[in-house]
């Protein structure tokens, strides 16, 4: 398709558990984002990346956080040992990469620790 | 972080009655943006405000960019059934190397009544 793909759509895990997150940006843009929507709440920044550059991890919570991006294109976000905290909605955004634009959001990874 | 204070934090209404929704900030954006959300769907841009004192129309939703640049107003005239969602404002600030961030509020869940 040519919007943002998010897999997979629900997760349900176990807490401690590692989960996987992906994200397919649209084809040519070259800045992807991740942010994190809890419950009742804006869209929180986790982590921006920009074509070669170093990603900007600023907004990740902590170190079980982690994400990589690969080739340019598709990113994964992992959280390890999760925790019930980290149950949220999972957005990846793209846009084209020259700064203040258009940030086009995929559907989202509900995530559920138990 | 930079926080958008957003209200009402939820509406509801009769079709075909008009809607506004705010967000101010302590801080100077140099973007606005309003944004819609589905139920579960990740948010699409609405309307985007660049310059202090813009007033911008899309169909139905009119949208403003404060002289101060701390706020900014969303209307929605004449509201249909598809217009229930949740509203985001979102806005970008000029800092340095970042001002790819958005900073988001936490929404407006709209209901509208047929």
């Known amino acids: 398709g040519a919007g943002v793909s998010q897999s997979p759509s629900n997760k349900v895990t176990e807490k401690g558990k590692d989960v996987e997150l992906r994200c397919d940006p649209i084809?040519?843009?070259?800045?992807l984002y991740w942010y994190r929507q809890s419950l009742g709440q804006g869209l929180e920044f986790l982590i921006y990346?920009?074509?070669?550059?170093?990603?900007?991890k600023s907004g990740l919570p902590s170190d079980r956080f982690s994400a990589e991006r690969t080739g340019g294109s598709v990113s994964t976000l992992t959280i390890q040992r999760t925790q019930q905290e980290d149950s949220a909605v999972y957005l990846c955004?793209?846009?084209?990469?020259?700064?203040?634009?258009?940030?086009?959001f995929g559907p989202g990874t509900r995530l559920l620790v138990l | 972080g930079q926080q958008l204070n957003q209200s009402p934090q939820s509406m509801f209404i009769q079709e075909g009655e008009d809607v506004s929704m705010n967000c101010t900030s302590s801080?100077?954006?140099?973007?606005w943006l309003w944004y819609k959300q589905d139920p579960g769907e990740g948010p699409v841009l609405l309307i985007a405000?660049?310059?202090?004192?813009e007033l911008t129309s899309n169909g139905r939703l009119t949208a403003q960019f404060g002289i101060t640049r701390k706020d900014s107003f969303l209307n929605i005239s004449a509201s249909i059934p598809s217009d229930v969602g949740i509203y985001f404002c979102?806005?970008?600030?000029?800092?340095?190397?970042?001002?790819?961030?958005?900073?988001f509020g936490k929404g407006t869940l709209l209901t509208v009544n047929p």
């Open positions: 979102a806005g970008h600030r000029n800092s340095g190397g970042s001002n790819y961030k958005l900073t």
């Open positions: 405000l660049y310059k202090a004192g």
């Open positions: 990346f920009q074509g070669n550059s170093a990603p900007d």
């Open positions: 084809s040519g843009h070259t800045a």
């Open positions: 955004a793209s846009s084209l990469g020259r700064g203040v634009e258009t940030q086009y």
């Open positions: 801080s100077i954006f140099n973007t």
